[in-house]
T-cell receptor, first 114, second 116 residues
Framework: KAGVTQTPRYLIKTRGQQVTLSCSPI?????VSWYQQTPGQGLQFLFE?????QRNKGNFPGRFSGRQFSNSRSEMNVSTLELGDSALYLC???WGGGQTYEQYFGPGTRLTVT | AQSVTQLGSHVSVSEGALVLLRCNYS??????LFWYVQYPNQGLQLLLK??????LVKGINGFEAEFKKSETSFHLTKPSAHMSDAAEYFC??????????????FGKGALLTVNP
């Protein structure tokens, strides 16, 4: 089974621009979660989508948004980029049906904001 | 609210020595607990998980962890370190609330160095 894929792997943007990151979950998985990893704040939960609906949300400003498509692929969007948005953005997929909660992570997208 | 504390952000061991990475959690409801490993420039790989079955959990690459409710701990151990174990290790918790909760709360991580 193919793992979680994320595109692009690396991205450089300028402050004020917007960016869209993509995540394809493991086949059969219906839950996709997004995390931000920075040296200062560590790993922080952004949001989780299940069956095209946002099911859980972390404490991030409204500039961070996401969506999920009918094939479970997910995108996250960051508008009006700030320097502090530079981070590794990790996507994780899971079956999503409860009982077990292990998540399988992709390689991440490294976003640099200049 | 849940939280995870990992004591020791940098842990150094000799090859062949015992690896012990500490994790203490705080949760108002029964937790699910996980250990993940991250190699440089990669995502997170699941090592093992505790989901309220056996308290001693065995994972991949010879790692294991023991859930101790009285100590609110979930320490990760490996009897004999290998050079390939050098990486960053994260402990994570989520609620076992009977509903859907895929929000993982992570510790700050522990960077493991293995000396030859």
């Amino acid at each position: 089974k193919a793992g979680v894929t994320q595109t692009p792997r690396y991205l450089i943007k300028t402050r004020g621009q917007q960016v869209t990151l993509s995540c394809s979950p493991i086949s059969g998985h219906r839950s996709v979660s997004w995390y931000q990893q920075t040296p200062g704040q560590g790993l922080q939960f952004l949001f989780e989508y299940f069956s095209e609906t946002q099911r859980n949300k972390g404490n991030f400003p409204g500039r961070f948004s996401g969506r999920q498509f009918s094939n479970s692929r997910s995108e996250m969007n960051v508008s009006t980029l700030e320097l502090g948005d530079s981070a590794l953005y990790l996507c994780a997929s899971s079956w999503g049906g409860g009982q077990t909660y292990e998540q399988y992570f992709g390689p991440g997208t490294r976003l640099t904001v200049t | 609210a849940q939280s995870v504390t990992q004591l020791g952000s940098h842990v150094s061991v000799s090859e062949g020595a015992l690896v012990l990475l500490r994790c203490n959690y705080s949760s108002s409801v029964p937790p699910y607990l996980f250990w993940y490993v991250q190699y440089p420039n990669q995502g997170l790989q699941l090592l093992l998980k505790y989901t309220s079955a056996a308290t001693l959990v065995k994972g991949i690459n010879g790692f294991e962890a023991e859930f101790k409710k009285s100590e609110t701990s979930f320490h990760l151990t490996k009897p004999s370190a290998h050079m390939s174990d050098a990486a960053e290790y994260f402990c994570a918790v989520t609620r076992n609330s009977g509903g859907s909760n895929y929000k993982l709360t992570f510790g700050k991580g522990a960077l493991l160095t293995v000396n030859p």
